[in-house]
């Protein structure tokens, strides 16, 4: 500081060369005294601003401790930020797709591209021919997606669900049951009735899970349809997931003063290959259809020869591990694969990954001659499977339910196979008497929908 202060003041302190005069034989000379003053008021001003200095740098240091100390709590929100925009970096490096997706969607084009194609050689009709078009047009789409961002991959994806549903429900346009069907003719159900039938299920309130009906006809017009009148439940006897037991009431009067019925053991255990995993039963015929112990294979038990036929549903991620079960409310563990009936044979309600989660439908049939279970159709649904209760099937048509209040259900969705369309307005309530629902299942031959309640067998009957 002294430094500084003697260079602002050398200036003033500077020898200057003084004139003199010689007087009485001496040198005189004049000398102003005031060129040596000190400075002060120039001392004064350097003072101010070298406390204005000390005052700034105290401020900026003061300022840089506390960032420091905030810092790090910066540096947590913006990796926190980086984390959660890191799946979303597509968006700006490569638009509404990746190249992938581009490539994984063409095949799934193609193979839809050769499947319809296969159908209007079967069939060559209008709809074959329209679906033709647009299956063309889609391709076409695809491709000028790989060089523009004008079309959203999500939107083509929709359309490719779209028209698979479509070729699929083509498959069963020239043999349309509802012809065959008067109240399936009319549409869809308008109106359900208050529980018909209420009791209490013969093996207890204590089992709160498994499914229980009448017994549907295997449509053959032979001995399969003797025990027309047949009611049976089927429990889950281990930790309300798996069971091996079924058991049948010859007569609707020996259901319900439950006597004289037979037990049928379809398996050697509940964790055996061949037992029932989740509330999936039905009984169709002589045949009991479940959903295979950790599979993701659909069983048939025949009644008659003890004998036991697979088929694996298509799709990836299907009923394993709890997955996807109904789960709207009140989730009812492990019911990733629902086996359902009604006028046009055999149903599987689940879901898969490469849906997302969503529901699918699959059609299937037994093929008595070969004794062979297969899968004929597929379609995906836009409903998510965890986001409903239950579901059914109606002439065709899936029904899906959702919880209202322990009381009630309500079903708020249906998915028409035949002509692809989805109605998410229904309000068809349905009255229970606990909160959980089990199983949801319609017979064809009495029109009644089957609730297994938490331990209570509802019936309720559809009107369309």
């Known amino acids: 500081m002294m430094l ?63 960032s420091s100390a905030r810092l790090p709590h910066i540096q947590s929100k913006v990796a926190n930020a980086t984390a959660r925009l890191q ?94 069907h008067q109240y399936c003719y009319k549409g869809l159900i308008r109106n359900i009735s208050e529980p018909v039938v209420t009791k209490i299920s013969p093996y207890g309130k204590s089992l709160i899970s498994g499914s229980w009906g009448k017994q549907a006809l295997g449509g053959s017009g032979g001995p399969e349809e003797e025990q027309e009148d047949s009611y049976w439940v089927q429990p889950l006897t281990n930790s309300h997931i798996y069971g091996n037991v079924l058991r049948v009431y010859p007569t609707y009067d020996n259901f319900m003063a439950s006597t004289n019925h037979k037990d049928y053991t379809f398996a050697p255990s509940n964790t055996h290959t061949n037992a029932i995993e989740g509330p999936s039963a039905v009984l169709y015929g002589k045949g009991l259809y479940y959903h295979c112990h950790n599979s993701e294979e659909i069983c048939r038990y025949d009644l008659t020869t003890n004998s036991i036929k697979r088929v694996k549903l298509p799709g990836t991620g299907v009923g394993v591990k709890n997955k996807f079960p109904y789960c709207y409310y009140d989730c009812r563990t492990h019911s990733d694969i629902d086996i359902e009936a009604d006028e046009t044979g055999l149903w599987a309600i689940y879901a898969t990954m490469g849906n997302h989660g969503n529901i699918v439908v699959s059609r299937m049939m037994w093929d008595s001659e070969n004794e062979t279970l297969n899968v004929t159709q597929t379609w995906e649904t836009r409903v998510f499977k965890k986001a409903v209760t239950n579901a059914f099937m109606v002439c065709g048509v899936l029904y899906a339910t959702r919880f209202i209040s322990d009381n009630r259900e309500e079903v708020f969705y249906a998915f028409d196979t035949v002509s692809g369309r989805e109605d998410n307005t229904l309000a068809l309530p349905l009255e229970k008497l606990l909160k959980g629902v089990a199983s949801l299942s319609y017979n064809p031959t009495d029109r009644r929908i089957y609730m297994y309640n938490d331990g209570y067998l509802l019936a309720y009957q559809a009107s369309f």
């Open 87 to 180: 799946p979303h970096q597509y968006l700006r490096y490569k638009g509404l797709y990746s190249a992938l997706s581009l490539r994984q969607l063409s095949t799934d084009i193609n193979q839809l591209e050769a499947h319809v194609s296969a159908v209007h050689k079967q069939l060559n009709n209008e709809h074959t021919k329209e679906l033709t078009k647009e299956v063309g047009k889609l391709s076409r789409n695809v491709k000028q997606m790989k060089t523009t961002d004008d079309i959203n991959l999500k939107t083509v994806k929709e359309q490719v669900r779209y028209l698979k549903n479509r070729a699929e429900s083509c498959k069963s346009i020239p043999y349309d049951f509802r012809g065959t």
């Open 4 to 66: 500084l202060l003697f260079l602002l003041l050398a200036p003033s302190v500077q020898g200057e060369r003084v004139m003199g005069v010689r007087k009485d034989g001496a040198c005189v000379c004049s000398v102003d005294t005031g060129l040596w003053a000190f400075p002060v008021d120039q001392y004064e001003s350097v003072q101010q601003q070298l406390d204005s200095c000390e005052g700034t740098l105290q401020s900026l240091n003061n300022q840089v401790q506390l």
